[in-house]
């Protein structure tokens, strides 16, 4: 289900930015009449596309086992804003006004794919986790957090998107291992780890049996 909900965001999201870029366009080369014949034609599958997005949005932001982050909240500005300004800059032929929600909707969807205000990569966070937590436990910690608990839950039991339970899970250090390094199904790979990453991340996910 949320699998399901997740393509059709992104797709409408992918369509949403291809159409403001288009609208742009036309206001770059001072088209009004073109504009118009657009704006006419398209009014209701608009407003369709911008349900769309929203609810899809609300719904996978109530389904996600971490809920409201830093992140979501700025996903959820910026998506604003960029249709605002995409409303005022057609509206007023305004380029800058067309470029900002251009810029706002590229901004938002980078944002979806690395969840970091910064844009930085979820490896390199991830890196930097490993190298400045104190022990091994905080390493696990910070990296389970950066990776998997978007999925799985800070306790290993959300079971978002049919991610297994880690509290329950049966299998050996090297099967969970090999999980990690090759994914599965909706689970990605993460092959960009080291070992020693996976190692600490390994030691993290078998202490949720205890719990
Ligand atoms: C996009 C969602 C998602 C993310 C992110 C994710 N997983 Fe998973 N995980 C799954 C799904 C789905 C399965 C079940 C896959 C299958 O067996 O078909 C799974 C299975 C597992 C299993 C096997 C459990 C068992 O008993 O079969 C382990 C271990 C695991 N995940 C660890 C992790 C770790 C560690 C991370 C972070 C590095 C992570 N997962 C990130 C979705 C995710």
């Not at 305004?94 to 490896?123: C, D, H, Q, W």
């Not at 390493?139 to 880690?166: Q, T």
């Amino acid at each position: 289900m949320e699998t399901g909900i997740l393509h059709t965001h992104h797709l409408v999201v992918v369509i949403y930015t291809l159409f403001i870029a288009l609208n742009f366009v036309v206001v770059l080369a001072n088209n009004r009449n073109a504009l118009l014949t657009i704006k006419a034609k398209t009014r209701f599958v608009r407003i369709i596309f911008e349900v769309i997005l929203l609810g899809t949005g609300v719904f996978l932001m109530l389904k996600s086992p971490v809920g409201i982050s830093d992140y979501v909240i700025v996903k959820w500005v910026t998506v604003i804003l960029g249709i605002v300004f995409f409303v005022l800059g057609t509206k007023k032929m305004n380029a800058i006004m067309m470029a900002l929600s251009l810029a706002m909707f590229v901004y938002t969807y980078l944002l979806g794919s690395t969840r970091n205000i910064l844009l930085k990569p979820e490896e390199m966070r991830v890196r930097e986790a490993y190298l400045n937590e104190p022990d091994d436990q905080t390493k696990g910690k910070a990296i389970y957090d950066i990776a998997c608990a978007r999925c799985h839950g800070e306790d290993g039991k959300a079971g978002y998107r049919k991610a297994k339970n880690l509290a329950i899970s049966e299998l050996s250090e090297d099967a969970k291992a090999g999980y990690i390094k090759m994914g599965r199904g909706i689970m990605p790979s993460y092959s960009y780890m080291k070992e020693e990453e996976i190692q600490v991340l390994v030691k993290y996910i078998n202490k949720f049996k205890e719990k």
